[in-house]
Each structure stands twice: as structure tokens, then as C-alpha cells.
């Protein structure tokens, strides 16, 4: 299958500083990119979903301007949490889905970001 | 919304094959099943999709029952690696959308015994 990489695997940052997430497809092109979070026990609720070159869509309840999403090219969208507080601790996973992949339009994950904010 | 039902968990005997319900009663004739699995602090991993017939892969067989309300995910000879939590999913064929999107519910946690 498909790779999608993630960096850092884990960050610990102070309350107030902002964070960046990189996520890469890594031997595929990827129009769209999805973030998901995941607090423990949960399952993974989507953020936001981004397509590259345009503005991202954001789920209901994510704040458009604390989650930063830009998908500059097709191996590259990065989420920037600003302002992180502890309650925005969590396992943020991203996924990229093939521009074109056969009949369908698969969707692959990476290993996730382990985001801890003290 | 997730549009799947499954069990919260289940367990097995190594080297067993270990049989995983989904429930779908509402799928639409344009959408497709398929299961991811999440090991403990890693991102989930692809395992198979299927629109209507059964499909088999290096991992896993699904089986779809004829209505399409119900479909069975098959690990034919489960190990302790395979220890995770698996995903029915029903995703529309199309690539935009609101139906595009994958929809995780709680999963079914497999645990799989020595």
C-alpha cells in the first residue's frame, strides 16, 4: 500500500506556543488530505479535509483559526495548532487520499502525531 | 454519523481465524465496505473493501451477504499481532463529497490469546 509519513511522532510544547504537524504521501500524489484527532480511548473524529491548492473544509466545532491546514502541494499539508492549551493534547493523524488510484480513490494513513501540551 | 454497527470486542485463539461482524442495514447501492485496523498508538491500516462480492486479500477475506446489510471480516489464522481495533466502514464510491468521507465508529476490539 500506499505511505504516508508524519513529523514529529511526538511533540511536548508549553501552553500558548503554536505547533506544526507535517504529513507527506511519500511515493503517491495526493489531491486531498484529511486531519484527524483522536483523544484516548475515542475514536478518530475528522477535522478537516484539504485539497491541495485550495482553502480546507472544516468539520463542525474545529476552529478554523486555532487549526491551521495548508496543502501547498500533492505530498505536502501541514496542521499548525496555535495557542495550544492542554485540552488540545491528543493523537492528531493525518491521511491522504490518491489522485488516482485504480476505480477507487483510496485513502492512507500515517503513523500519527503525539501532541502533549503542559 | 457512523453508519456501521459492531460488537465492542471479541477475543480469539491464536491461530484461529477470527470472524468480525458489521451490521449496514442502511448502505446505498453506490457504496462500498471497508475495514481499517488501529493498533494501539499507530494510525489505522488499510485492510480490504468490497462493493458486493466477497474479496480476499494477503490479510483478510470479506464476505458480504447477498441484501448487502451485512458483511463478515475473516483473519484467517489470527496471531498477537493481530491485537487491534478493527473498522466498518461504508464510504461511497465517488472521490467528493460529504459520502466520500471515511466515518469512524467505535470499532470492534479484537484481542487474540496465546
Known amino acids: 500500500g500506499a505511505v504516508v509519513s508524519q513529523h514529529p511522532s511526538r511533540v511536548i510544547c508549553k501552553s500558548g506556543t503554536s505547533v506544526k504537524i507535517e504529513c507527506r504521501s511519500l511515493?503517491?500524489?495526493?489531491?486531498?488530505m484529511f486531519w484527524y484527532r483522536q483523544f484516548p480511548k475515542q475514536s478518530l473524529m475528522l477535522m478537516a479535509t484539504?485539497?491541495?491548492?485550495?482553502?480546507?473544509?472544516?468539520e463542525q466545532g474545529v476552529e478554523k483559526d486555532k487549526f491551521l491546514i495548508n496543502h501547498a502541494s500533492l505530498t505536502l499539508s501541514t496542521l499548525t495548532v496555535t495557542s495550544a492549551h492542554p485540552e488540545d493534547s491528543s493523537f492528531y493523524i493525518c491521511?491522504?487520499?490518491?489522485?488516482?488510484?485504480?476505480?477507487?480513490?483510496?485513502?492512507?494513513f500515517g503513523p500519527g502525531t503525539r501532541l502533549t501540551v503542559t | 454519523d457512523a453508519k456501521t454497527t459492531q460488537p465492542t470486542s471479541m477475543d480469539c485463539a491464536e491461530g484461529r481465524a477470527a470472524n468480525l461482524p458489521c451490521n449496514h442495514s442502511?448502505?446505498?447501492?453506490?457504496?462500498?465496505v471497508y475495514w481499517y485496523r488501529q493498533i494501539h498508538s499507530q494510525g489505522p491500516q488499510y485492510i480490504i473493501h468490497?462493493?458486493?462480492n466477497n474479496e480476499t486479500n494477503e490479510m483478510a477475506s470479506l464476505i458480504i451477504t447477498e441484501d448487502r446489510k451485512s458483511s463478515t471480516l475473516i483473519l484467517p489464522h489470527a496471531t498477537l499481532r493481530d491485537t487491534a481495533v478493527y473498522y466498518c466502514i461504508v464510504r461511497a464510491a465517488m472521490a467528493t463529497g460529504a459520502n466520500s468521507k471515511l466515518t469512524f465508529g467505535k470499532g470492534i476490539t479484537l484481542s487474540v490469546r496465546p
Open positions: 491521511s491522504a487520499r490518491a489522485q488516482e488510484w485504480g476505480a477507487l480513490y483510496e485513502q492512507y
Open positions: 484539504s485539497n491541495e491548492g485550495s482553502k480546507a473544509t472544516y
Open positions: 442502511t448502505i446505498s447501492g453506490n457504496e462500498y
Open positions: 511515493d503517491f500524489q495526493a489531491t486531498t
Open positions: 468490497g462493493l458486493k
